[in-house]
């Protein structure tokens, strides 16, 4: 059974950190990432991580420079370290992953979605 297990959601003050984390069992995967979405809003992209050929990374405009996304293949996670945290950010943040090789910040080429885990910054 392919389970992705998000944590590390939480509330912060704009301006601080968070550190998520996604753990992947049941299956293995090519690349991995994170997405966000507010109430009635679509899913959106934030970063992904594909690692079939290299590691390769690749991030939303709106994150880039202040997120990071990372692998750890032991425990088969993927984290997203998020810093310089906006109010605008604040989602329930979505891991998704698949076997696909191609990068992609499209969230219908994810075929494994956790469950989410929310996130709150405070202005």
């Known amino acids: 059974q392919v389970q992705l297990v998000e944590s590390g959601g939480g509330l912060v003050q704009a301006g601080g950190s968070l550190r998520l984390s996604c753990a992947a069992s049941?299956?293995?995967?090519?690349?991995m990432g994170w997405f966000r979405q507010a109430p009635g809003k679509e899913r959106e992209f934030v970063a992904t991580i594909n690692w079939w050929n290299g590691v390769n990374r690749y991030y939303s405009d709106s994150v880039k420079g202040r997120f990071t996304i990372s692998r750890d293949n032991a425990k088969n996670t993927v984290d997203l370290q998020m810093n310089s945290l906006k109010p605008e950010d604040a989602d329930v943040y979505y891991c998704a992953a698949d076997s696909g090789l191609v990068r992609t910040s499209r969230a219908s080429d994810y075929n494994y979605w956790g469950q989410g885990t929310q996130v709150t910054v405070s202005s």
């Open positions: 049941g299956r293995t995967f090519n690349r």
